[in-house]
T-cell receptor, first 111, second 115 residues
Framework: GQNIDQPTEMTATEGAIVQINCTYQ??????LFWYQQHAGEAPTFLSY????GLEEKGRFSSFLSRSKGYSYLLLKELQMKDSASYLC????????????FGKGTRLSVIA | GAGVSQSPSNKVTEKGKDVELRCDPI?????LYWYRQSLGQGLEFLIY????????KSGLPSDRFSAERTGGSVSTLTIQRTQQEDSAVYLC?????????????FGPGTRLTVT
């Protein structure tokens, strides 16, 4: 079966750092994606990990441990505009096979 | 260039009616996906096209749902005899990447409300 777990909601303070965790159990693995989705808008791509380790892109970093079925998204220097849902998704097969999404973590950034 | 577009952006329909939702993928993208997102739920995969063929229809919830893609471009998702539980945002995505990522680009979605 396919199962992706992430916290439902998180709150963090402007300027701080927040880590959003994702654990997955899938029948196959060929990459993990993080998407950002503002309310009422389409998801937009943030990051992709297929090998173990940390991928850094500006204020956002994503980490993967395949042996543990675990990833996290790290957001630094939080801004109010970072308030959004963050979706963890796994590709189980090769090429263009569909993604399996978690339910998303709604992040609220407060002053 | 233009992103993924979907129409209509909003659709309100009565229970029992048929609806058609349209997706225009990014030009040149060979793969096209339909997902739906209900309130408080994650994205639920419906169907996936590679070119005009659908290798994976496993997510279609019932035989009331069907989709087609023509010319390797536009896709239409049809829901027959709509039910209230069909109310959701229907998202389309497309992808083609020469590298490894095969990132999916999402359209703005169609919000379907069945009354």
């Amino acid at each position: 079966g396919q199962n992706i777990d992430q916290p439902t909601e998180m709150t963090a303070t402007e300027g701080a750092i927040v880590q959003i965790n994702c654990t997955y159990q899938t029948s196959g693995f060929n990459g993990l994606f993080w998407y950002q989705q503002h309310a009422g808008e389409a998801p937009t791509f943030l990051s992709y990990n297929v090998l173990d380790g940390l991928e850094e892109k500006g204020r956002f970093s994503s980490f993967l441990s395949r042996s543990k079925g675990y990833s996290y998204l790290l957001l630094k220097e939080l801004q109010m505009k970072d308030s959004a849902s963050y979706l963890c998704a796994v590709r189980g097969g090769s090429g263009n096979t569909p993604l399996v999404f978690g339910k998303g973590t709604r992040l609220s950034v407060i002053a | 260039g233009a992103g993924v577009s979907q129409s209509p952006s909003n659709k309100v329909t009565e229970k029992g009616k048929d609806v058609e939702l349209r997706c225009d993928p990014i030009s040149g993208h060979t793969a096209l996906y339909w997902y739906r997102q209900s309130l408080g739920q994650g994205l639920e995969f419906l169907i996936y096209f590679q070119g005009n063929s659908a290798p994976d229809k496993s997510g279609l919830p019932s035989d009331r749902f069907s989709a087609e893609r023509t010319g390797g471009s536009v896709s239409t998702l049809t829901i027959q005899r709509t039910q209230q539980e069909d109310s959701a945002v229907y998202l389309c995505a497309s992808s083609f990447a020469p590298g490894q990522t095969y990132e999916q680009y999402f359209g703005p979605g169609t919000r379907l409300t069945v009354t």
